[in-house]
């Protein structure tokens, strides 16, 4: 699915991101870059045009992650949300078009979630 492309992970918990990076691999990823932030991964923005993917995760009120997402998608990168925010299980409404997955993340719902944001990018 990811045919060897770089994909980001923006994720606060360390291993939570290794454990998507894993999920990530069994679907073709062949590079991943980390940021634990949003700000961590603006700074990654000269990276930005070899991301074939991002996995961000979200909360309610985080407006500099909206942000983020707002940036990834005019630049053309699908998204995939991930939150362990139960509020947020009908989706986030800032970014109602994306797939959202709630956390603890199951690979099943990842992939898919996957699927979805690289099929409405292509």
């Given amino acids: 699915m990811l045919?060897?492309?770089?994909?980001?992970?923006?994720?606060?918990e360390f291993l939570i991101a290794l454990d998507?990076?894993?999920?990530?691999?069994?679907?073709?990823?062949?590079?991943?870059?980390?940021?634990r932030t949003a700000g961590e991964a603006?700074?990654?923005?000269?990276?930005?045009?070899?991301?074939?993917?991002?996995?961000?995760?979200?909360h309610r009120g985080d407006t500099t992650g909206l942000e983020l997402v707002r940036g990834l998608g005019a630049a053309g990168i699908p998204v995939v949300l991930v939150t362990a925010d139960?509020?947020?299980r009908h989706g986030f409404a800032p970014a109602p078009d994306l797939p959202l997955v709630l956390?603890?993340?199951?690979?099943?719902t990842l992939s898919a979630?996957?699927?979805?944001a690289l099929a409405t990018r292509s």
Avoid: S, Y
């Fill in 3 to 12: 045919n060897g492309r770089t994909a980001l992970i923006v994720e606060e």
């Fill in 20 to 35: 998507i990076q894993r999920m990530l691999e069994t679907l073709g990823v062949g590079q991943t870059l980390f940021a």
């Fill in 42 to 58: 603006d700074e990654l923005r000269a990276r930005w045009p070899e991301i074939a993917l991002a996995v961000v995760e979200v």
């Fill in 86 to 88: 139960v509020a947020l």
């Fill in 103 to 108: 956390k603890p993340v199951p690979e099943e």
């Fill in 113 to 116: 979630a996957v699927g979805l």
